[in-house]
């Protein structure tokens, strides 16, 4: 079916990976469903052309920005060409928000808000930004989406239009083959993630030394400056011939990593949510990760967490789950039934899209 509903998802980065994915997803969907879908963003991370790219039906027009602090934080003016519904993600209070003329669209908003602690800067900021017009544009919102049953109770105090819509998985998950786990000695560690110092990467080293059982580290991601760092610590450490570098994988040689780890560790300053902590639970893998952000929300028991920054009591965790098989395959079943409940993406994206059809009636 053709819908003639114009819908502009907006975004400060648009990229399929983290909590900004959701916003991938949503724009494929809607495209797939019928609609007139356009991406507007800026164009951090993206060099080349800014207008007249197209990515699986979707128009994605990428704004110059003019000032930035960090990747997000950048100041850019989308415009609006006569859209039906405008749906924000993530930097609500930005001030593209601010200089998008809404005209007569209806106005979704997901605001990706920061409850985990931040520095002392960000937070001054922040808290600017969200005085001057964030809470404004939370009230102005025609519905409100949140990541988390946290970001949810914040945002009900403006807006009491509010459901859940977090970070999740797509079918190919729930349907690729499990790979047959290769023999090794000893266990697996996987970490999965960005190469920067909040995902604490260097604790999880720093803690190799204090594991009781014969373990090889596995670390996936995009090497960075930071990786160099790490890999320095781990010689300092005497753990280097523990450590594994597998670089960026792609999706199937991502699976293959869950399938063959016995733990997967996220031991991060900070998250949103935990894409990959998600990822992970989906293969029935137990995890281990921190009590921060939506971290706590999604993992299917306390015993999965420890505090950030603390090498001692992540080993204490490790060596815990190590020596309990039983304990592994219950966290794993756990896990899995969890995502299988509430973080699968065909059944967010129709509940989403029921709410849509609801406020722009088409």
Known sequence: MKYQTKIAIVVPIFKVTGSEGIAHKVAKALSKEGFDVSVLCSDSMKEGERDGEEKSGIQIRRFRSFFSIGKFARLWFPKNEGYDLIHF??????????FLDRKN??????????????KLLGRALFSIANNLWGKEALRKADYCFAETNEEKA????????????????????????KSKRKSSKGYSLLFVGGHIPIKNIDILIRALPLIKK?????????????????KRLA?????????????????????????????????????ALG?????AMSQKVPV????????????????????????????????EFLEDP?????????????????????????NYLKILKEEISC
């Open 89 to 98: 993600f993530g930097g609500y209070a930005h001030p593209h928000m601010f």
């Open 154 to 177: 914040w945002i009900k105090k403006y807006n009491p239009k509010v459901g859940l819509l977090p970070f999740s998985l797509e079918e190919k998950y729930f349907s690729f083959k």
């Open 235 to 271: 010689r300092r450490l005497g753990v280097k011939n523990k450590v594994k570098w597998l670089g960026f994988l792609g999706f199937e040689e991502k699976m293959r990593e869950y399938h063959n780890c016995d733990l997967f560790i996220l031991p991060s300053k900070r998250e």
């Open 275 to 279: 894409t990959t902590v998600i990822e």
């Open 214 to 230: 014969n373990v090889t580290l596995r670390i996936a991601g995009k090497e960075t400056e930071y990786s160099k760092e790490c």
């Open 288 to 319: 281990i990760t921190t009590n921060r952000g939506g971290l706590k929300e999604i993992v299917p028991s306390v015993r999965c967490l420890v505090e950030p920054n603390d090498e001692r009591s992540l080993a204490e965790k490790i060596n």
């Open 326 to 350: 039983k304990l592994r395959r219950s966290l794993g079943e756990k896990g899995f039934n969890k995502v299988n409940r509430e973080f699968r993406f065909q059944g967010l994206f129709k």
């Open 105 to 118: 669209s209806k106005m979704f908003v997901s605001p990706f808000y920061p409850l985990h602690p931040r």
